[in-house]
């Protein structure tokens, strides 16, 4: 039986095996990339007719067998997951509904709407879909929704990852609730009852612009809010605001106000500057209206305290209770409210585009955030970068003579908090020196390894820059010098290998990284006093971080961190500081060797003007040899070849 061109190919690609051994992360990739692009080339001229031949020889008499083998898989699992859908809708409510002792489980359908006052008025109104929990319940109605750790999630489900801060020691919205309460010298026991308004997830997708905590006292009455603000940068905000007992609220109503100074960049089209009001009804409250349980009214004031813009979140009819519906009521609610969440994000795009080309708003870049909100999810990189910095803080903390102990809050990473001291310190506290080093963003991490100079790092990210490009926070930064002493200086216990005691490719190899260290990228705010600014012509050596990985970390360590370093150098080289855009990069030029390596494979021994079939076992010696190169050059053997010869990996 003769086989196609193509599958003898496939057969012959000897490398293919040893690809699986040494990169098997990127061996589906590779696939992929191989398919799509010979598949593509199969409808383009010149040494791709062969490939149109293949396309017609291999795919076109078997494609009703290739689409039923490829399509009944995903027939059968989608018919599966409906049928499991509409019969887990049949499951009885969990008996733990029935013990919560203030709230139930809700669905409130709603409607949000935006009024914009000045520089430009703009208004516009969205459907919402929102849903309440009570703190502590965690279960699954019906398949509904579901709240907390459980086995079976609900179509609608509130993970508490989702929520305050980003610990993942603490699994449960109750246990995340009480560690922010306490962190904001608050005692949980002081409100041992609180509900969430929130945007649950739907499929595993939802973005929150704003979740409401309702916390209530002894006496279930409502004494304090959380208002959890996100922003489209996946950064967070939490609000804990207490009842203004100076305004009309008195004991027992079902209005809560207060006001309180913004500190957190949401929108572009807004400064950091300014305050809130709020004005909510209690959802739980039975003097509120059943017909509208939920309406929350947000003022944003300008610093002139004039309202510049107006949020309001209301329902549009009684709340839903899931453990009341029946089967095709859930489905009907399912089908009704399942796009909303995504549709937020794309529908907040849609009105700043509107604002921009429109309405001409001035736009402020984003600040770094504080030490008060909570900051992005960190990257791959920074997560690598981040421990790397955390052995290096310990290691320079032991070598101290002195007694030193150290707060260190991470902004990637797990633990976020560590205290880490030397044996100096275990005398007396008052002749400890203490200090919290609080990295507020994950770019510290990215942007530190720029810098040569440990001491430069913690002045251009904190010292000597505006407070919206802070990137990490230092409670005595007069201590710094006694931590990251000049290189010069350094303690004679620290035992440093230099470059020299390397071998030559690997001297190369770290010559590449000092070739390419660059200073980050500019900060998004500039200040205008600093005077002139220049090109830095200044020689980048190996940084601390660098000789602490060589000397102090084991060979498949320095290996990761040389590789994320050349990354991140490259990136901003070529790639405007963007690792994605290197990544396309990189998908780009493999694309390219697939195209290689296919055209060499169609146009071997092949006379000008003349089709050619690809022999495979005749000319057993030339034959051999170029299909083993075409192969390796299709599956970009050569390029991973490379990147292990510079990387080391």
Excluded at 53 to 81: D, E, K, M, N, R
């Amino acid at each position: 039986m003769d086989l196609s061109p193509m599958l003898k190919s496939l057969l012959f690609m000897a490398s293919w095996s040893l690809k699986g051994v040494y990169a098997p992360a990127t061996v589906v990739e590779d696939g992929v990339l191989f398919i799509f692009a010979t598949i593509i080339s199969a409808f383009w001229g010149g040494p791709a007719e062969e490939l149109h031949h293949i396309w017609h020889c291999f795919y076109l008499p078997y494609q009703t067998q290739i689409a039923v083998t490829l399509g009944a898989p995903v027939a059968v699992y989608s018919l599966w997951t409906a049928y499991h859908g509409i019969s887990s809708l049949r499951d009885a409510p969990p008996s733990s509904v029935e013990e919560i002792p203030l709230g139930r489980p809700l669905l409130f359908p709603s409607q949000t709407t935006h009024v914009r006052l000045f520089p430009r008025k703009h208004s516009f109104a969205y459907s919402y879909f929102v849903a309440g929990i009570p703190i502590g319940w965690q279960g699954c109605i019906r398949s509904v929704l579901s709240a907390g750790d459980v086995r079976k999630r609900a179509w609608f489900h509130v993970n508490a990852a989702d929520y305050l801060g980003r610990e993942t020691s603490v699994r449960s919205l109750e246990g995340k609730l009480h560690a922010y309460l306490e962190s904001q010298g608050v005692d949980p026991s002081d409100y041992p009852f609180s509900y969430l308004v929130t945007a649950p997830r739907f499929l595993g997708y939802s973005f929150n612009p704003v979740s409401f905590w309702y916390l209530y006292s002894p006496d279930k009455e409502l004494g304090a809010m959380i208002l959890e603000v996100n922003n489209t940068f996946d950064e967070r905000r939490p609000y804990f605001l207490k009842r203004d007992e100076t305004k009309s609220d008195v004991r027992g109503s079902s209005v809560f106000t207060n006001r309180w100074g913004k500190d957190f960049h949401v929108s572009p089209f807004n400064s950091r500057h300014g305050s809130y009001s709020l004005v909510a009804h209690d959802p739980l409250s039975k003097t509120s209206d059943s017909r509208c349980p939920l309406d929350i009214t947000i003022t944003l004031n300008s610093s002139g305290d004039h309202a510049k813009l107006v949020a309001r979140a209301h329902s549009t009819g009684p709340a839903i209770d899931p453990t009341a519906l029946d089967v095709w009521s859930a489905l009907g609610l399912i089908a009704s409210w399942w796009w909303v969440g995504f549709v937020t994000s794309p529908r907040i795009i849609y009105q700043a585009g509107i604002l921009f080309f429109r309405r001409n708003l001035p736009v402020f870049a984003r600040p770094e955030v504080r030490k008060s909100s909570v900051a992005r999810r960190e990257t791959q990189s920074e997560t690598i970068l981040e421990g790397y910095f955390r052995k290096y803080l310990k290691h320079q903390i032991q070598c101290l003579d002195v007694p030193m102990s150290i707060d260190y809050v991470a902004a990637a990473g797990d633990p976020r908090r560590e205290t880490i001291s030397n044996r100096s310190a275990s005398g007396s506290a008052s002749t400890v020196e203490a200090l919290e080093l609080r990295v507020l963003s994950p770019a510290f991490y990215s942007r530190f390894i720029h810098y040569p100079h440990i001491l430069e790092a913690f002045d251009r990210e904190m010292l000597c820059t505006r407070e919206e490009n802070r990137t990490v926070w230092v409670s005595k930064p007069s201590a710094l010098p006694l931590l990251f002493p000049p290189r010069q200086q350094e303690h004679p216990l620290v035992a440093i290998k230099t470059t020299s005691n390397l071998r030559f490719l690997e001297r190369a190899r770290w010559a590449l990284v000092r070739r390419l260290r660059c200073p980050p990228a500019p900060p998004a705010y500039t200040d205008e006093s600093a005077g002139p600014k220049g090109t830095d012509i200044r020689h980048f050596p190996l940084s601390a971080l660098d000789e602490f990985v060589i000397s102090h970390c084991a060979p498949p360590e320095i290996r990761a961190y040389r590789r994320t370093l050349l990354g991140l150098f490259l990136s901003e080289r070529i790639a405007f500081g963007s690792p994605g855009l290197l990544h396309l990069y990189e998908v780009v030029l493999k694309c390219g060797l697939v195209w290689l390596g296919l055209w060499l494979a169609v146009t071997h021994d092949a006379e000008p003007g003349t089709r050619h079939e690809m022999p495979v076992l005749a000319h057993a010696g030339t034959a051999w040899t170029v299909y083993i190169l075409a192969g390796s050059l299709t599956h970009m053997h050569a390029w991973y070849g490379f990147k292990r010869l510079v990387v080391g990996a």
